[in-house]
């Protein structure tokens, strides 16, 4: 079965220092990577998707096969990036239902 | 438009209780999605629907939880003789197509269930 890990439950940075935020996946197919963003009082939404190889907000991701990870980067970060922060992936071609990691927070102090 | 929404958004139930969550997906959208989230966990799928069909309930942690979309729209999340540990915010999503591993999935605000 899939499985997703998010090794830290709290990751706390300054204004402006860089960020990453850790995640593994164990699946011996090809599966699609997400990072999916909760803001405070907000809905659970998408921030990025491995196959769109976009960056969204300064954040980027890059899947590593070799190392099964999805590490969610950001060289500075900012205030408004304080959020909850779920690493999940899908099988492709199943009906896409996700599986999720246990989420990390992140609070960036002024 | 409008995006999922869920209702209620909180409910407190006694022990042996039956709830109902309701879902109201984005129009036109054609899988619908329930997944349960537990305190400091991530979001556990329940079940899936494309259209009316219910296509996967793997995820359903017992046979007092049911879930149906008879229309093809509106899903409702049923769950009979509560118990303490489904005490968890019950969310829903929703999707465009099929659901081929690629459609971004939409998420309602969620339902958190107590039971006391």
């Known amino acids: 079965a899939q499985r997703v890990t998010q090794p830290e439950k709290l990751l706390s940075v300054f204004k402006g220092a860089p960020v990453e935020l850790k995640c593994n996946y164990s699946?011996?197919?090809?599966?699609?990577l997400f990072w999916y963003v909760q803001y405070s009082r907000q809905r659970l939404q998408l921030l990025l998707r491995?196959?769109s190889r976009e960056s969204i907000k300064g954040f980027t991701a890059d899947l590593n096969k070799g190392e099964t990870s999805f590490h969610l980067k950001k060289p500075f970060a900012q205030e408004e990036d304080s959020a909850m922060y779920y690493c999940?992936?899908?099988?492709?071609?199943?009906?896409?239902?996700?599986?999720f990691g246990k989420g990390i927070t992140l609070s960036v102090r002024p | 438009g409008a995006g999922v929404s869920q209702s209620p958004r909180y409910k407190v139930a006694k022990r042996g209780q039956d709830v109902a969550l309701r879902c109201d997906p984005i129009s036109g959208h054609v899988s619908l999605f329930w997944y349960q989230q537990a305190l400091g966990q991530g979001p556990e799928f329940l079940t899936y629907?494309?259209?009316?069909?219910?296509?996967?309930k793997s995820g359903l942690p017992s046979d007092r939880f049911f879930a149906e979309r008879p229309e093809g729209s509106v899903s409702t999340l049923k769950i009979q003789r509560t118990q303490q540990e489904d005490s968890a915010v019950y969310l829903c999503?929703?999707?465009?197509?099929?659901?081929?591993?690629?459609?971004?999935?939409?998420f309602g605000p969620g339902t958190r269930l107590t039971v006391l």
């Open positions: 629907f494309q259209n009316e069909a219910q296509l996967d």
């Open positions: 491995h196959i």
């Open positions: 999503a929703s999707s465009w197509t099929t659901g081929r591993g690629t459609d971004t999935q939409y």
């Open positions: 699946y011996s197919g090809s599966p699609e």
């Open positions: 999940a992936l899908t099988l492709t071609g199943a009906n896409s239902k996700l599986t």
